[in-house]
């Protein structure tokens, strides 16, 4: 989302720099909100907050700067966006069969709703709330604190500059 908040801006960050740090070594890499992932059954191109892809990029053949096998993508929702994130970009979402985990991370509190697809194909649902859990992120095997997902952010009205322009 361009133009997102500080506090949205501070929680991708974190992400990305929690998985950069625990991925390191593996075949699986976090990408942060420049990379456009490619839905083709819903001819659709979208921005998420960060992606992590494992294996070799895949490329979309008519778009070559999008990556059409994320295995697990995270938005930060904010107050415009939110019903996107949890309705119809999620039903495109479930079309990508690289898909494991769609983690949804709230910018108002320490909560995260984590939808995960097992060996079947079915999708499950978790939520993790409070600053003193972790994220069990298991298509990559890895743990996310939540301490770390909101390092430095605080909750409440985002502040306002005051000053005149």
């Not at 998985?19 to 001819?43: E, F, H, I, M, W």
């Not at 659709?44 to 992606?51: F, I």
């Not at 096998?69 to 970009?89: A, C, M, Q």
């Amino acid at each position: 989302m361009a133009g997102g908040t500080i506090r949205h801006n501070d929680i991708s960050g974190n992400i990305y720099h929690a998985l950069r740090n625990r991925l390191k070594g593996t075949n699986c890499r976090p990408y942060a909100s420049d990379q456009r992932v490619s839905v083709k059954p819903a001819d659709l191109y979208t921005y998420t907050d960060t992606v992590v892809i494992c294996g070799p990029v895949s490329r979309d053949e008519d778009d070559r700067d999008a990556i059409t096998n994320p295995r697990v993508i995270f938005e930060v929702l904010s107050k415009s966006t939110e019903n996107y994130d949890r309705g119809k970009k999620w039903e495109f979402y479930q079309q990508l069969d690289s898909l494991r985990e769609y983690l949804i991370v709230s910018q108002e509190e320490s909560k995260i709703t984590r939808y995960y697809r097992d060996e079947g194909g079915k999708w499950y649902y978790k939520l993790v709330s409070g600053l003193d859990q972790n994220l069990e992120i298991a298509s990559l095997a890895c743990s996310l604190p939540l301490t770390d997902i909101y390092d430095n952010v605080t909750f409440g009205p985002e502040e306002i500059d005051a000053r005149p322009a």
